[in-house]
Nanobody, 127 residues
Framework: QVQFVESGGGSVQAGGSLRLSCVAS????????MGWFREVPGKEREGVAV????????YYSDSVKGRFTISQDSAKNTKYLQMNSLKPEDTGMYYC????????????????????WGQGTQVTVSS
């Protein structure tokens, strides 16, 4: 069974940066693509970014496009989410996940209800 372990959350001021890391153990087809979704207070869960392990294709939600970058280090089996120009509305719990629950439909990042994900890491952005 696949397991995801996130790290790198924290508190920053608006305009700052954070980098999240995720290590996946236990290969399944769900790790052919991986990424992050977030839970923001008062809002629905939102898929943030996805990267396809094999080809490296990436997809982002419109809310983070141009500010967040997802990447991978295959040798370390680690995915990274570099978050720049952070805003207070980025505050929330960030979960590393496979596909599903993340997915790409017609070129757009989507989030399904079922799948595998980690325990989450908190990101807090103050104004």
């Amino acid at each position: 069974q696949v397991q995801f372990v996130e790290s790198g959350g924290g508190s920053v001021q608006a305009g700052g940066s954070l980098r999240l890391s995720c290590v996946a153990s236990g290969y399944t087809a769900s790790t052919d693509c991986m990424g992050w979704f977030r839970e923001v207070p008062g809002k629905e869960r939102e898929g943030v970014a996805v990267i396809y392990t094999g080809g490296g294709a990436t997809y982002y939600s419109d809310s983070v496009k141009g500010r967040f970058t997802i990447s991978q280090d295959s040798a370390k089996n680690t995915k990274y989410l570099q978050m720049n120009s952070l805003k207070p509305e980025d505050t929330g719990m960030y979960y590393c996940a496979g596909c599903p629950p993340l997915g790409v439909v017609a070129g757009a990042l989507v989030l399904f209800s079922a799948g595998s994900w980690g325990q989450g890491t908190q990101v807090t952005v103050s104004s």
